[in-house]
């Protein structure tokens, strides 16, 4: 596949695509589980997950709006293509052995509009996971977890709590 998408300078670069690098919000559990799916998969295009708006997102792509990455799954090609929305998750798909028929139905005019389906209820729920972390704090059930309030995700074991200031274990339990 010869893909073209707009490059960081803004202008239209066709170009093979040999590698992919998707920035994802690290602190959203659904794009934490999305990219460990995606790591899982057998790749034809090697897929590189960047956590947006990190230093090393900022580093290696100056020219984004990175405030934007984390509203929006981004995914920039080897040669400064940027895909973003929809497009983002045909190209992620194109990159994968098993589903690179899913990507090329899904670019078609109206499997565009079924792209932009999923990706609209994506947002929808990250929304709402988001709205109640802010109203009711991290909680167990789906909420959102942050960093900054002491939660740590392992793939092997999940979502770990440890209250601020209590990182060598000697807080008294509740």
Known sequence: ?????????????????????????????????????????????PLEPVPAGSEEARRRFPGLDHGATLDEITVVGDAGQVYRGPAAWVVTLWAL???????????????????????LAAAKWRGAQAHRGQRGGAQWGGQMYRRADGWSYAPGTGWTHTAPGCSDGSCAPR
Do not use: I
Request: aromatic share 4%.
């Open 1 to 45: 596949m010869n893909a073209t998408g707009t490059t960081a300078t803004g202008g239209n670069a066709p170009a093979p695509v040999r590698r992919l690098t998707v920035l994802y919000d690290a602190e959203c559990s659904l794009c934490a589980f999305l990219r460990d799916w995606l790591l899982r998969q057998p790749q034809l295009v």
């Open 97 to 119: 052995r098993e589903h690179r028929p899913l990507a090329h139905r899904l670019s078609t005019p109206s499997g565009a509009l079924l792209a932009k389906g999923a990706v």
